[in-house]
């Protein structure tokens, strides 16, 4: 971590433990803390925790004897986050809501938040090594934020982490991990869609056009997932493959890359964000958790240096990195 001594850093509190350790480290390292919980928007009716989260985040600001405050970050949440989501969803195509939240919402709303009481930068509980890596929703944030973003945790494993809450005697040292979707608690982007969406059955073909059973809605399913057919002709696994919307039709296999799917050597990408300079040899990650595939960048294309294990998905994102730094991504367009 950076010589932080004397500086005024916001750290992001999200009522989580990552965060809170983030927090704790910064005051041990010297610093001027001030604890900020970035409120977001939320769907009617639908269970948030976000008032629970906001006294966590007051909790771990108590027993830090640092000062309080609320980011309310809703209009813009509501913008790149959800109407963004539905957006895509509604074209068969694949968002990745995490990505567009950091660079609006964390790194945009709170970022202006902060300068504009005069933070010297922000913090957050972001990891960015190790097993729980999370610089692949991190390519799109602009890149002179990102130099005034310390990452306190980001070079640390959870366990350590954890270890550290304990130390520290964080409040939220035990707590759980989230796993919905940003800023919605508990609330799965599954749960969330079936909401927005309902359920409209139909047809769900391999990849000669012959029935094998059928889904419960295309608009609720994603390129490469594994998906539970309805009255399947076999048991499966089966993994979807394509999408026609204006059918409402699924293409299914029981692998991620059929056999009879070519042999895919290239992705078409969008809208880069550009961190650092791309040598002619890097790897990308086009799945969170998936493998990092070698290759290289020509203009608006990545070409691999072998097969593609699985099909690119419309609308995810596609991350490069230099060794182990993050360096860019982009949209994927096909």
């Known amino acids: 971590m950076q010589d932080v001594q004397g500086k005024t850093i916001y750290v992001g509190l999200s009522g989580g433990v990552d965060s809170a350790v983030s927090a704790a480290l910064l005051i041990q390292a010297g610093a001027k803390v001030t604890g900020v919980f970035i409120k977001g928007w939320y769907p009617p009716e639908m269970p948030c925790t976000w008032a629970a989260e906001r006294r966590d985040a007051m909790r771990v600001a108590a027993r830090l004897h640092i000062p309080f405050r609320?980011?309310?970050?809703?209009?813009e949440y509501k913008k790149s986050v959800i109407d963004y989501l539905l957006a895509e969803y509604r074209l068969g195509r694949t968002p990745n809501p995490d990505v567009m939240c950091n660079r609006d919402v964390k790194f945009g709303a709170f970022y202006r938040f902060a300068k504009a009481a005069g933070a010297d930068a922000i913090a957050t509980?972001?990891?960015?090594?190790?097993?729980?890596?999370?610089?692949?929703?991190?390519?799109?944030?602009?890149?002179?934020?990102?130099?005034?973003?310390?990452?306190?945790?980001?070079?640390?494993?959870?366990?350590?982490?954890r270890a550290l809450a304990k130390r520290f005697h964080i409040p939220v040292a035990e707590k759980k991990d989230s796993q919905g979707v940003c800023f919605l608690g508990s609330v799965s982007i599954e749960e969330f869609l079936r909401r927005e969406f309902g359920e409209t059955p139909g047809p769900a073909t391999d990849a000669e056009g012959a029935l094998v059973g059928q889904h419960d809605g295309v608009l609720l399913h994603t390129i490469g997932e594994r998906v539970a057919l309805r009255n399947p002709?076999?048991?499966?696994p089966w993994f979807v493959t394509g999408k026609e919307?204006?059918?409402?039709?699924?293409?299914?296999?029981?692998?991620?890359?059929?056999?009879?799917a070519p042999d895919h050597q290239s992705i078409l990408f969008t809208t880069p964000n550009w961190l650092g300079t791309p040598s002619q040899t890097l790897s990308v990650q086009y799945r969170y958790r998936g493998p990092r595939i070698q290759g290289r960048v020509e203009g608006d294309h990545f070409i691999s240096g072998e097969p593609l294990p699985e099909i690119p998905a419309p609308g995810q994102s596609i991350v490069f990195y230099q060794s182990d730094e993050l360096i860019g991504g982009g949209i994927i367009a096909v």
């Open 70 to 75: 609320t980011c309310d970050a809703s209009v």
């Open 233 to 236: 002709r076999e048991t499966g």
């Open 245 to 260: 919307v204006a059918k409402n039709e699924l293409r299914v296999s029981t692998t991620r890359l059929p056999s009879s």
């Open 125 to 161: 509980g972001h990891y960015r090594r190790g097993e729980k890596d999370q610089s692949y929703f991190l390519w799109a944030v602009p890149k002179g934020v990102l130099a005034n973003t310390i990452f306190p945790v980001g070079h640390l494993e959870k366990s350590e982490v």
